[in-house]
C-alpha cells in the first residue's frame, strides 16, 4: 500500500507543475484507499513520510550549506575554487558549472533549485490535511494534532522555497492537478502567516500544538510555530518596506506569547554544555531534522558544514573551507573574552605544536564535531541538523526591538546571548544594529543564516558588513537587489507543460 501512496503522490505533482490531469479512477489514488480507512499506525507512517520527505529535501543535497552559509561567505581555502561563483553570487554561472545541463539532480547546486521536493512536502501535508479523518478510531484531537503537523511543515516548506526564489505556486488542496502560476511572495509568506495564526488561535491551551509534545524538536511545536512567523515577517519586512513597521511589531508580539522567549518552556544551554544543542533534542532546541546512525538515517555528510570546516578528522589536512582570518578577528577579537573562541575554534588565535616545532594550522571549527561512524564512513557531526533554537528566536526579537525603537529592552535581549557566552556585554556606546547582526552572524555561524541574514536586513548592499579587508565576502548594489539577484534561478523543468511559471530573469 505504501507503494501506491508513493506512485499516487508523484502522479499528483507532476501534475501540478507539469500541467497533466489527474486520473482520479486511477488504481493509485489515494481518496477512499484502504490505506486512509485503515488503522492509527498508518497515519503515523504518513506523517513520518513528510518529515522524511523535509529531510530529503535539505540534508541530502547540501541545502542549508550552499544557499545559506557558503553564498556571498567570506570563505577561503583550498576548495574555494569548487564554489567561487557561489561566493561571488554569479549564479549564472555556478549553474553552468554545476548541473550544466538543467538535470536538477546534483547535491550542490541541481537538487537545490529543483523545487519538486519541496513541493513533495507541500502535497503530502495537504493530502494528510484532507484524509487523517478517514482513519479508524481516530479522535478528533489527534486529527487536529497531525493537521498541525502538517500545517507548519507546509508553511515551513514554503518559506525555504521563498527565500530561493521569491515567487512560487501556492496551494493548500489535496490532489491540486491545475498548472499554477508563481504566487507573489508576499502573498505566500501572509497566507502561512494566517494559516498558522489561526492554529494557534483555535488552540488557546496549547494541546493541538503544545510547547513540548512528548517527541523532542524533532516534530512541530509551539515555539518552532511562533519562531518560523518570526522569521516570515522579518522577511516581509524586507520585501514590503513600507510596512515593515508593523512587520516587526509582529515578531515582538508573537516573541512575547506566553513569555515563551523568556525561558519558560525552552532555555538556552550554559556553554559547558553547547555540544549538546547541536547533538539534538536540547532545551535549546525548537526544530530539528533527526540524524539516527543506528537506524542509517544519516545525512549528506559530504554536504554538511561540519565536514567542511574541520580536519579530516583530526589528521593535519586543512578544512575544505576556511573563513577569512579578517572576518573571524572582526566576529571574535583576540583580546576579547568569549567562551565560543575556547568551545567551537581550534588554533583561532594560536600556533599549534608538532614534533616539538610551532607551526601554524589552518582554523579549524569544531562547534558542531561529534564524530561517529556508519559502517566505513566517518561522519564528523552525527547530530541532528538545527533549524531553530532559542537564540535564533531571541536575536530576531531583539533585532525587531531594535527596529522598533525599543533600544533597551533590544539590548537586554542580545546580551543574554553575550552572557550566555562569557562576552562582554553590549553598552549604549556600541552600535546597537551592528552589534545585533554582528551577534547572530557570531552565534548563529554554519547553521545556515548567513546569506538569508545578508539579505533581509540589506546589508548585502554595505560593503562594511559584506566584504571584508582582504576582499573576501561579496557586496550587492541596491539596482540588483531589487532585480532578484538575491534569488536562486528556477529550474526548466519547473516550465513544461506549465507556460505559467516563469524563470527568474536576471539569472536568465
Not at 586543512?318 to 582570518?325: G, K, L, Q, V
Not at 533585532?399 to 552572557?419: P, S
Request: contains cysteine; charged residues 25%; aromatic residues 14%.
Amino acid at each position: 500500500m505504501l507503494k501506491y501512496i508513493s506512485i499516487g503522490l508523484l502522479l499528483v505533482f507532476t501534475s501540478i507543475l507539469g500541467g497533466c490531469n489527474l486520473d482520479t479512477d486511477d488504481e493509485s489514488k489515494l481518496p477512499g484507499d484502504k490505506f486512509w480507512t485503515g488503522p492509527q499506525a498508518n497515519a503515523h507512517a504518513f506523517m513520518l513520510s513528510i518529515y522524511q520527505s523535509l529531510r530529503k529535501a535539505t540534508t541530502s543535497n547540501g541545502f542549508f550549506l550552499y544557499s545559506g552559509d557558503v553564498r556571498c561567505a567570506p570563505i577561503t581555502g583550498q576548495h574555494q575554487n569548487d564554489y567561487l561563483y557561489l561566493i561571488q553570487n554569479d549564479m549564472k554561472n555556478y549553474k553552468s558549472k554545476k548541473d550544466w545541463n538543467e538535470e536538477g539532480k546534483t547535491d550542490d547546486f541541481g537538487a537545490i533549485y529543483n523545487w519538486k521536493q519541496m513541493y513533495e512536502v507541500v502535497q503530502s501535508a495537504n493530502i494528510m490535511i484532507e484524509e487523517v479523518v478517514n482513519i479508524q478510531n481516530i479522535t478528533d484531537r489527534e486529527v487536529e494534532s497531525y493537521r498541525a503537523e502538517c500545517r507548519f511543515l507546509r508553511s515551513l516548506a514554503y518559506f525555504f522555497m521563498v527565500r530561493l526564489f521569491g515567487d512560487v505556486p501556492y496551494y493548500t488542496e489535496a490532489y491540486f492537478a491545475k498548472p499554477l502560476p508563481r504566487t507573489d511572495k508576499t502573498t505566500v509568506l501572509r497566507n502561512c502567516l494566517s494559516d498558522l495564526q489561526s492554529l494557534l488561535d483555535s488552540d488557546p491551551d496549547c494541546v493541538i500544538l503544545p510547547w513540548r509534545n512528548g517527541k523532542g524538536s524533532q516534530h512541530a511545536n509551539r515555539g518552532a510555530a511562533l519562531t518560523l512567523m518570526m522569521h516570515m515577517n522579518m522577511w516581509l519586512a524586507f520585501f514590503d518596506e513600507e510596512n515593515m513597521s508593523t512587520y516587526y511589531s509582529e515578531v515582538k508580539r508573537l516573541a512575547e506569547m506566553n513569555s515563551w522567549i523568556d525561558g519558560t518552556y525552552y532555555q538556552l544551554q550554559p556553554m559547558n554544555q553547547i555540544s549538546q544543542v547541536f547533538k539534538g533534542d536540547s532545551n535549546e532546541g525548537l526544530f530539528e531534522i533527526a540524524q539516527n546512525i543506528t537506524t542509517g538515517e544519516i545525512f549528506k555528510t559530504n554536504h554538511m558544514w561540519c565536514s567542511k570546516v574541520v580536519y579530516e578528522v583530526y589528521s593535519k589536512n586543512a578544512p575544505a573551507f576556511t573563513y577569512s582570518t579578517v572576518f573571524l578577528k572582526q566576529l571574535y577579537p583576540e583580546e576579547g573574552e568569549d567562551l565560543r573562541k575556547e568551545y567551537w575554534f581550534n588554533y583561532l588565535y594560536i600556533e599549534g605544536i608538532e614534533g616539538g616545532t610551532s607551526t601554524t594550522y589552518p582554523v579549524e571549527i569544531v562547534k558542531m564535531l561529534n564524530s561517529d561512524r556508519y559502517g566505513s564512513t566517518l561522519i564528523p557531526n552525527s547530530g541532528n541538523f538545527v533549524v531553530f533554537r532559542l537564540a535564533d528566536a531571541i536575536l530576531l526579537y531583539a533585532e525587531a526591538l531594535y527596529k522598533l525603537g525599543d533600544y533597551d529592552k533590544a539590548m537586554q535581549e542580545v546580551n543574554r546571548i553575550r552572557e550566555r557566552a562569557g562576552a562582554t556585554l553590549f553598552t549604549a556606546n556600541d552600535d546597537l544594529d551592528a552589534s545585533i547582526y554582528w551577534e547572530r552572524v557570531r552565534e548563529l555561524m554554519g547553521e545556515g543564516h548567513y546569506f538569508y541574514d545578508l539579505v533581509r536586513t540589506k546589508k548585502i548592499i554595505d560593503a562594511s558588513f559584506a566584504t571584508f579587508a582582504d576582499e573576501s565576502g561579496h557586496r550587492e548594489t541596491t539596482a540588483n537587489l531589487k532585480q532578484g539577484s538575491w534569488t536562486w534561478p528556477i529550474y526548466k523543468g519547473a516550465l513544461e507543460n506549465n507556460s505559467y511559471i516563469s524563470k527568474n530573469m536576471y539569472w536568465e
